[in-house]
C-alpha cells in the first residue's frame, strides 16, 4: 500500500509548458514551498486513493488516453516521499524522514560556507500591511498613471535637451563623496520602492507576501521580496507582471526624476532627483534584468519560455551536449524540446557559464584585494572553489561513471588531441620577445619648483653632465 498524501497540500492549476501541455502546482503551505508537476502526475495524484501502484496505473490508463506503468507510479510515491509531501503513519515514513533530515544536515564548514556565500535576514512581516495599503495604492495600476508617467518621460527629457549642459554638469560634480552621498540614499529609496512593486503587484493578485528582508550574496546586501505564491497564479502574464514589477516602478521614477530636475531649485532635492533620473535605473536594469542570475530577469524569462528551473533544466541539457560532442555516447536527452529550443537551452547555459565565471572570479579577486591578505587569500581560493572548482568536479564525476564506455570510443581519443594541441596553443609561448610601448625614467630625480612665474633665459648644464652642489642649473 502507498502511503496517503498530506491533508494540507493545496492543488492549484498552472499555465500550460511551451508545448501546450497542462500543469499543476502543489502548494505546501508549511514550508511555503511550490512543485510543478505534468499531467501524467496529477492523474495518478486524482486516483492516489485506490492505494496501490498496480490499480493506480491501470485506472489512469483505462479512464484516460495516457499509458503510465507501475514503475511511473513508484517514481511518483518516491518523488512526494523525497519531498515530504506524504503523511508519516508508520515506522517506515518515520525512518525515511529521518534519513532525509540526516542527508541535509551539513557540517559547521559546510553552513559556514553556505551562509558566507548567501543568506537572508527576514526584517518584517508586509502581508497584514500590504492588504491594508493596497486599496490605497491600486490607482497606480490604472491608466491615468500610466499616462503620467509616460508624460512626465517625454515631457523631461524635451526639457532636459534645452539645458544639457547644466545637467552633463552636475554628472561630472558627482564623482565626489557628497555625490557617493546622495547616490546610497537614492539607492536605497529606489530599492525599497522596486520591492514593494513586487509585493503589492503579487498582492493584487491574491498572493500572500510572507516576509521582505535582506539578502547577502557574497557579503554584498540587496533587498528581497518572497513572492513564491505567485507560482500558484494560473496566469503566465500575471506572472510576468510580478516579475517585472520591480524594474518597471524603478524606470517611473526615473521618468517623473527627470521632470522634477527641471522645476527644482539647486540643492539636496534637485541632487537627489538627479541621482534617481540616471543612475538608480541603469544599475537595477544592469544587475535585475540579467538572466544569467536568479534575479527579476531570470524569472522573466523563464516564464515567457514556460521552462520553471531554467537553469537547472539548461545545464542539464547542455551537459548531456557537451558529452555528446566529446565523446558520442548515444544517451537519450534528459528532456525533449524542438531542435531549435534545444539549441537556445545550450547556448543559453554556455552564456551563464561564461557570465559566472567572469563575475565570481571579479568578486574573488575583489575579496583577495579588500580584505587582509591571509584572509583574501582564504576567501579568493573558497569562491574559486565553489563557483568554477566544484561544477567541473561534478562533470568529471559523471564522466568517471562511464569511463568504460568513454575509453571505448575513438571520437575520445580525438577530442583527447584536439584538447592537447589547442593547451599547447593557448600556454606554450611561441615568441621570446614581447614588444610593448614604455617611459624610461632615471632612477632619482628631483621636481623644481619655483615662487613666482618665468621665462627660462639660460640653461648652461648639458645633458648627463654631473653639478656639484651650489652650481647654476638654469637661469629664469
Known sequence: MLPPIRDDLDLHSASPTAGGHPTWVIHDPVRNKFFQIEWRVFEVLRRWKFGTAKHIARAVNQQTTLEVTEQFVEKVSNFLSSHQLLRVEDDRGTK??????????????????????????????????????????????????????????????????????????????FFSVRGLVFFVIALVIAK????????????????????????????????????????????????????????????????????????????????????????????????????????????LLSDWWGIPNLHER????????????????????????????????????????????????????????????????????????????????????????RQKTILARKRVWISLVLLVCATLVLFIPWRASITTNAVLEAEAYSVVYLNAGGQLENLPVASGQEVKKGELLARL
Not at 131 to 141: C, D, G, K, Q, S
Not at 234 to 259: D, H, P, Y
Not at 344 to 370: E, S, T
Open 314 to 401: 539548461s545545464f542539464r541539457l547542455a551537459r548531456w551536449w557537451l558529452r555528446e560532442k566529446l565523446f558520442g555516447l548515444n544517451e537519450p536527452a534528459p528532456e525533449l524540446f524542438r531542435r531549435r529550443r534545444v539549441a537556445l537551452l545550450i547556448l543559453f547555459a554556455f552564456c551563464v557559464w561564461v557570465y559566472r565565471f567572469i563575475l565570481f572570479l571579479g568578486i574573488a579577486i575583489l575579496v583577495y584585494n579588500f580584505f587582509t591578505k591571509v584572509l583574501g587569500i582564504f576567501l579568493f581560493l573558497t569562491e574559486i572553489s565553489w563557483f568554477i572548482l566544484r561544477p567541473l568536479w561534478i562533470e568529471l564525476a559523471e564522466w568517471r561513471v
Open 96 to 173: 525515511a524522514l529521518t534519513e532525509i533530515k540526516k542527508s541535509t544536515q551539513r557540517s559547521w564548514w559546510t553552513w559556514l560556507l553556505h551562509h558566507y556565500l548567501f543568506f537572508r535576514i527576514p526584517v518584517f512581516r508586509p502581508d497584514q500591511f500590504l492588504t491594508w495599503a493596497l486599496p490605497y495604492v491600486r490607482i497606480l495600476y490604472s491608466k491615468p498613471a500610466l499616462f503620467l508617467v509616460l508624460f512626465s518621460l517625454v515631457s523631461g527629457l524635451i526639457l532636459l535637451a534645452r539645458q544639457w549642459d547644466v545637467f552633463f554638469a552636475q554628472l561630472i560634480d
Open 192 to 299: 525599497i520602492a522596486h520591492e514593494f512593486g513586487h509585493a503589492f503587484t503579487a498582492k493584487m493578485y491574491g498572493c500572500r507576501i510572507p516576509a521582505m528582508g535582506i539578502a547577502f550574496l557574497v557579503m554584498w546586501p540587496m533587498l528581497y521580496t518572497d513572492t513564491n505564491e505567485s507560482w500558484k497564479l494560473g496566469s503566465r502574464r500575471q506572472r510576468l507582471n510580478v516579475a517585472a514589477a520591480g524594474v518597471i516602478v524603478e524606470l517611473a521614477i526615473a521618468a517623473m526624476a527627470t521632470f522634477a530636475w527641471n522645476f527644482l531649485p539647486s540643492g539636496g532635492l534637485r541632487d537627489m532627483a538627479f541621482v534617481m533620473a540616471t543612475t538608480t535605473w541603469i544599475s537595477s536594469l544592469a544587475i535585475n534584468i540579467s538572466p544569467f542570475m536568479r534575479f527579476d530577469g531570470y524569472y
